[in-house]
C-alpha cells in the first residue's frame, strides 16, 4: 500500500515545499563572484531561453542574460531570472528514500538499486511485465526521454509508458500529424513579426510563452493585426485588434463558422487546395450548416467578429495562427485543432514566411520530450510504434528481436485509472507529479495508495513522491548534460553546470543502473555519458520524422541550435516546414480532416451551471514542484484565487477578497475570490500549480479526447457559493492530511533536515 | 553603449515582472527591486505598467533634497542618494512627478533606480531592459527604435506650470511631442 508515512503537513515541516530566497552563501559579492558562466537554456517552458548560469563553488549562485542567443537575445521571464534558486535549495534530496513506518530512511544508492530490481522484478514475475507502469516528463533533456523509452520497452518489456507531455501538447500533435503529417510547429518564432493577421486560439500567451510577445508587437509595430479567442482577458489582449471571448469548451463552433464565412465569401484559395490538399470537398460539405449566428449562440462570440476574423485571415497570405492548452484541453482537443489548421489550409496560409499555424509547446522540453519513445504509442524519431518498419529499425539500433518490443500502451491518465482497477501493480516515475498535475486529485491518490510498488526519480519530494517506497535522488536541468529542443523545434545544448550534490545523480545514469540490476546492462552501456545516449538517438530517430541524425552537439554549439528535420551532416536544418510545396504525408499533400461538433464530457446543467476553467500564472511552472520552492516567485503569486466577473459576483453576494466555495460533480473547494471584468460572466478561472486543499485538479475529471487521450482541464461544470472565510489560514493551506499516522500520532520522520 | 538610450513603452507590458525580479539581482541592492509594475486597475483590465526612473535633467528629487545626497553624474544618471548624507526625510519621495524614490526605513535609506550604473558603465544593458520579454523596457539605439516602432519617443512631461525633460523617453502616439499630465492644460482657458 503505497499510502504516505505520515501526514503531508508532516512531510512538508520536512522536505518542503520551503521557499529559498538568497542565492547559496548570500549576497556578499564574494560569494556571488562567479568562477564561470555556463551557456545553457532556462528550463521553465517550452520557449526554451537562452541563460548564463553564474557557477561558485560547484553551486549556481546568479545569471547573466546570454545575449548573443538568436531566439531571446537575453531576454527572460521572471521564472528564467529566479530559476537559478532551485540548485543548492534546502529541500534538495541529497541521498535515496526508502518509506518506513515512521517516515522517510536514508539509503544507500546501491540498496535503492537492489531494492527497486527486486521488487519489479518479483511483480514482473507474478504478473507479467505489462503490470508494470514507467512516468515519463517533458521538461527533462531528450536524451532522458529518450534513454527511459528504451527501458521500459527493453529492461522491462512493458507496453506502458506514458509522460506527462499527455496533460500538454498530445491534442495538437495529433491533428498535426492527421492534418500536416508531422507533429511540429511550421514556422520559426520570428516569423510572427512578419505576418499581417495573427490568430491566438486558446493561449495566454504573455504568461506561458512570455518570449512570444516580443514578436507579436513586433508585428503589431508593422501594422500587423492580432486577433485574441479566449473566455479571459489574458495579457496579451491589452493590444488585440478584436477579441473573441468564447465560452469554454466551444471553440470549434467559432472555427467551423469562421471556415463557412471563408467558402461562402469565395476566400479559398482553390489552387492552392487542388495542389497541396486533399480532403477539402468533405470539409466544405462539414462547414454548410455553421452560420455565424449558430456558432454565436453556442460560443457566445458575436457573428460580426466571426465574420471580420474569418476575412481577416482569408483576405491576406501572411496569415498565422498560434494556439495552445486553451483549445487543446478538451475531450474534442483534436478536433479543436484541426478545425484551426483547416482555416489556414483553404486560405492557403501555410509553408511561407508568415503564414502557419503553430502550437505553442508548454514544458521544457515539450517538444523533443515527445519525439523520441517516451510516449505510448511512438518509437525514437516520432515513428509509430505499429508500423512494422520503424519497428524493425528501432529493434536493430537497439539490439533486440523486433518482437520483443511490446506494441502501444495506455496513456497517463489510462495508466492511472489501470492502476486504480488494480491492473497495474508497479509504477516508476521520473519527472511527473501527477498528485496535482492529473485531473480528479482524489482518484489519483486512492490509486496510488494502491500501487505494490512505486518508485521514483526526483530532485525534490514532490507531492506524488509522499507515495513512494523507493526515491531516487535525481538530477536537476543544470546537474546534467543533453539537448533540448524548443516550441520553434530548434534543437538545443543543455550545458551542465555543477555536479548533482551529495548522492545524488544524474537521472539517465540512474535509468541505466537500474537496467543493470534488471539484468539488462547490456543494452545500456553508455561510457561516454549522456553524449553516447545522444549519439544512439541521433542514430535512432534517423529517417523518422524527427530525424536528428545530422545534428550532432558540436554543430549545435557552433550554430546555436539546429532545427529539425536534418538529416546529413551537411543539411542546413529545417526552420520553416512544408516550404518546398510538400507536406509531410507520403503523397506530399495536406489531409484535411473534417470534425464534428460535440459537447464537453461535463456539461453546465442547473445544479452546475457556471463553467470552470484552468491555466497558469506566469510565476509559477505546472505542477510547481520547483516554483513553489523559489521565495520570490512565490511571492508574485502566494496562493491561488477564483476570477470571476462582476455580474456573477453580484449573484452570490461576493465582493473581492471573499471566500467561496466551488463545487464539481467530483469534489468542493474554498477559494478566494478576485473580482475582474477580464473574464465571461458565465465562467470562472483557478490556477493549478497547488496541491492538496488548493488544487484545481480536485474539481477536474477525466473525460478524455478520444485520439489524444488528453484530459478535459478547460471546462468542468461548478457552481459556487459564498463561505466564510476559513477560520485560519494555515488550516486552509494545509494540504491533504488522514493519510498514514494520525496527525496527533505522528512520530518525527526519522530524517532531521541537516541529514537529507 | 555609446548612444544607447532608454525606452519606456508601457503598452507593450505584459506584467511578467520580470524586471522586478531582474533588477532586484542587483549586488548593489541585493533582493530588492528599483522598479514598479502595477496594474493600472485589476478589477476593470490587465494593463499593466512599469515605472522606472526618469532621470530628470533638473531633478526635482535633487532639489529639494535638504541633506543634498541626490546627485546627477555627468552621464546624466541620477543616483540613488549618498549612504552618509540621507536622512531619509522622504521629501524626495513626495517631490518626484513620477512616483520613483523610495525610503527604506530600515536602512534609512532613499533607494531608487540609478540605470544599473554598475552594468552600463562596463558596456552592459540594464538588467530589467535585458531580460523585459515585451520590450516595453529597451536600451538601444535611438535609430533602431525609430525604425521598429510605429509610437514616437517623447521626454518632455508638462506638469502644470513645471517643464521636466528626462533622459529616459517614454514611447507615446505618433502626434504627441510632449506628455501632458495635469488636467489644467486641458481645460478651456477663460474657465
Ligand atoms: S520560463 Fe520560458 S519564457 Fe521564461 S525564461 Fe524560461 S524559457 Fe524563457
Ligand atoms: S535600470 Fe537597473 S536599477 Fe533601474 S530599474 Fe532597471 S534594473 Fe533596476
Ligand atoms: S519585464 Fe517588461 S513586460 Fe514584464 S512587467 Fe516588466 S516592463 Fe512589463
Known amino acids: 500500500m503505497a499510502t504516505p508515512p505520515l501526514s503531508v503537513d508532516r512531510l512538508a515541516e520536512v522536505f518542503g515545499p520551503h521557499r529559498n530566497y538568497e542565492p547559496p552563501g548570500g549576497w556578499g559579492d564574494a560569494a556571488r563572484r562567479p568562477d564561470a558562466l555556463v551557456k545553457t537554456h532556462c528550463s521553465f517552458c517550452g520557449m526554451q531561453c537562452g541563460i548564463q548560469l553564474k557557477v561558485r563553488d560547484n553551486r549556481v549562485v546568479g545569471f547573466e542574460p546570454w545575449e548573443a542567443f538568436p531566439f531571446n537575445h537575453g531576454m527572460l521571464c521572471p521564472k528564467g531570472v529566479k530559476r537559478y534558486l532551485q540548485g543548492a535549495h534546502p529541500d534538495r534530496l541529497l541521498s535515496c528514500l526508502q518509506r518506513t513506518d515512521a517516515g522517510f530512511a536514508k539509503i544507500s544508492y546501491e540498496r535503492a538499486l537492489a531494492e527497486t530490481a527486486r521488487r519489479l522484478t518479483a511483480i514482473r514475475d507474478q504478473y507479467g511485465p505489462d503490470a508494470i507502469a514507467v512516468y515519463g516528463g517533458a521538461s527533462m533533456v531528450t536524451e532522458k526521454a529518450y534513454v527511459l523509452g528504451k527501458f521500459a520497452r527493453v529492461a522491462l518489456g512493458t507496453k506502458h509508458i506514458d509522460y506527462n507531455g499527455r496533460l500538454c501538447m498530445v491534442s495538437a500533435g495529433t491533428a498535426y500529424k492527421l492534418t500536416f503529417g508531422v507533429d511540429r510547429a511550421t514556422n520559426p518564432w520570428p516569423d510572427l513579426a512578419t505576418a499581417d493577421v495573427v490568430l491566438i486560439a486558446g493561449s495566454n500567451t504573455a504568461e506561458c510563452a512570455p518570449i512570444t510577445t516580443y514578436h507579436l508587437w513586433q508585428c503589431r509595430e508593422r501594422g500587423g493585426r492580432l486577433i485574441v479567442m479566449d473566455p479571459r482577458m489574458t495579457p496579451i489582449t491589452r493590444n488585440a485588434d478584436l477579441y473573441l471571448p468564447v465560452r469554454p469548451g466551444t471553440d470549434l463552433a467559432v472555427f467551423l463558422a469562421m471556415l463557412h464565412v471563408i467558402v461562402g465569401d469565395g476566400l479559398v484559395r482553390d489552387a492552392f487546395i487542388r495542389d497541396r490538399t486533399t480532403g477539402f470537398e468533405a470539409v466544405r460539405a462539414s462547414v454548410a450548416e455553421w452560420t455565424p449566428a449558430r456558432a454565436a449562440e453556442i460560443s457566445g462570440v458575436r457573428p460580426d467578429d466571426i465574420v471580420k476574423a474569418a476575412h481577416w485571415i482569408g483576405e491576406t497570405d501572411r496569415a498565422m495562427g498560434l494556439h495552445a492548452r486553451g483549445i487543446e484541453h478538451h475531450s474534442k482537443g483534436v478536433e479543436n485543432c484541426l478545425a484551426m489548421l483547416n482555416l489556414f489550409l483553404a486560405t492557403g496560409n501555410v509553408g511561407r514566411e508568415g503564414a502557419g499555424c503553430m502550437m505553442i509547446t508548454g514544458q521544457g522540453n515539450g517538444q523533443g520530450g515527445r519525439e523520441h519513445g517516451q510516449k505510448c504509442d511512438q518509437l525514437p524519431g516520432m515513428r509509430d510504434i505499429r508500423d512494422p518498419a520503424a519497428r524493425q529499425y528501432i529493434a536493430s539500433v537497439w539490439g533486440v528481436p523486433e518482437e520483443s518490443l511490446p506494441g502501444p500502451g495506455k496513456s497517463a491518465v489510462e495508466i492511472m485509472e489501470a492502476i486504480h482497477r488494480g491492473e497495474i501493480k508497479a509504477l516508476l516515475s521520473m519527472c511527473f507529479n501527477p498528485v496535482v498535475s492529473l485531473p480528479d486529485a482524489a482518484f489519483t491518490r486512492e490509486a496510488l495508495s494502491k500501487l505494490e510498488f512505486f518508485g521514483i526519480i526526483d530532485f525534490f519530494l514532490c507531492e506524488t513522491a509522499h507515495h513512494a517506497d523507493i526515491v531516487f535522488a535525481g538530477s536537476l536541468q543544470e546537474e546534467d548534460e543533453g539537448t533540448v529542443c524548443s516550441a520553434e523545434g530548434r534543437v538545443q545544448k543543455i550545458n551542465k553546470a555543477v555536479d548533482p550534490p551529495g548522492d545524488a545523480r544524474s537521472d539517465a545514469l540512474i535509468i541505466c543502473d537500474l537496467a543493470r540490476a534488471l539484468g539488462r546492462g547490456q543494452h545500456f552501456d553508455y561510457p561516454g555519458g549522456t553524449r553516447d545516449i545522444y549519439e544512439e538517438l541521433r542514430l535512432a530517430s534517423r529517417g523518422g520524422l524527427a530525424d536528428y541524425y545530422g545534428i550532432t552537439w558540436d554543430r549545435i554549439e557552433r550554430e546555436l541550435g539546429v532545427f529539425w528535420p536534418c538529416p546529413t551532416l551537411d543539411h542546413p536544418g529545417t526552420p520553416r516546414l512544408f516550404a518546398d510545396g510538400r507536406f509531410a504525408h507520403a503523397d506530399g499533400k495536406a489531409h484535411m480532416q473534417v470534425t464534428e461538433w460535440r459537447e464537453s464530457g461535463d456539461p453546465a446543467d442547473a445544479t452546475y451551471p457556471i463553467l470552470l476553467t484552468t491555466g497558469r500564472v506566469v510565476s509559477h511552472y505546472l505542477s510547481g514542484a520547483q516554483t513553489r520552492r523559489i521565495g520570490p516567485l512565490v511571492d508574485q503569486c502566494p496562493e491561488p484565487r477564483l476570477e470571476l466577473h462582476p455580474a456573477l459576483a453580484a449573484t452570490l453576494g461576493v465582493a473581492d477578497g471573499d471566500w467561496l466555495e466551488v463545487t464539481t460533480r467530483r469534489a468542493a473547494l474554498v477559494i478566494q475570490a478576485m473580482v475582474v471584468r477580464t473574464i465571461r460572466p458565465d465562467t470562472v478561472f483557478i490556477p493549478y500549480h497547488w496541491p492538496g486543499q488548493r488544487s484545481a485538479n480536485r474539481l477536474t475529471h477525466r473525460t478524455l479526447d478520444p485520439r489524444s487521450k488528453i484530459p478535459e482541464f478547460k471546462v468542468s461544470a461548478c457552481r459556487l457559493e459564498k463561505v466564510a472565510p476559513p477560520l485560519e489560514l494555515s488550516t486552509w493551506r494545509r494540504e491533504e492530511t488522514g493519510w498514514g499516522a494520525p496527525a496527533s500520532g505522528d512520530q518525527r520522520s526519522d530524517l532531521p533536515r541537516s541529514d537529507r | ?191
Open chain 2, 1 to 191: 553603449m555609446n548612444g544607447y538610450q532608454f525606452f519606456v513603452d508601457p503598452s507593450r507590458c505584459i506584467g511578467c515582472k520580470s524586471c522586478m525580479q531582474a533588477c532586484a539581482e542587483c549586488d548593489s541592492h541585493r533582493g530588492v527591486s528599483m522598479i514598479h509594475v502595477d496594474f493600472l486597475d485589476r478589477a476593470n483590465s490587465i494593463a499593466t505598467a512599469p515605472t522606472v526612473c526618469m532621470h530628470c535633467e533638473t531633478p526635482t528629487c535633487a532639489m529639494v533634497c535638504p541633506a543634498d545626497a541626490i546627485k546627477r553624474g555627468e552621464d546624466g544618471i541620477v543616483r540613488s542618494a549618498l549612504e552618509p548624507r540621507c536622512i531619509a526625510c522622504s521629501n524626495c519621495v513626495l517631490a518626484c512627478p513620477f512616483g520613483v524614490p523610495t525610503v527604506h526605513v530600515e536602512l534609512e535609506l532613499m533607494m531608487k533606480c540609478d540605470m544599473c550604473y554598475d552594468r552600463t558603465s562596463i558596456g552592459l544593458r540594464p538588467m530589467c531592459a535585458t531580460v523585459c520579454p515585451s520590450q516595453a523596457l529597451t536600451f538601444g539605439p535611438a535609430d533602431l527604435i525609430e525604425r521598429q516602432r510605429a509610437a514616437r519617443p517623447v521626454r518632455d512631461f508638462q506638469f502644470g506650470h513645471e517643464h521636466v525633460r528626462t533622459k529616459v523617453w517614454m514611447m507615446a502616439p505618433t502626434d504627441v511631442r510632449d506628455i501632458t499630465v495635469d488636467v489644467a492644460d486641458y481645460m478651456w482657458k477663460e474657465q
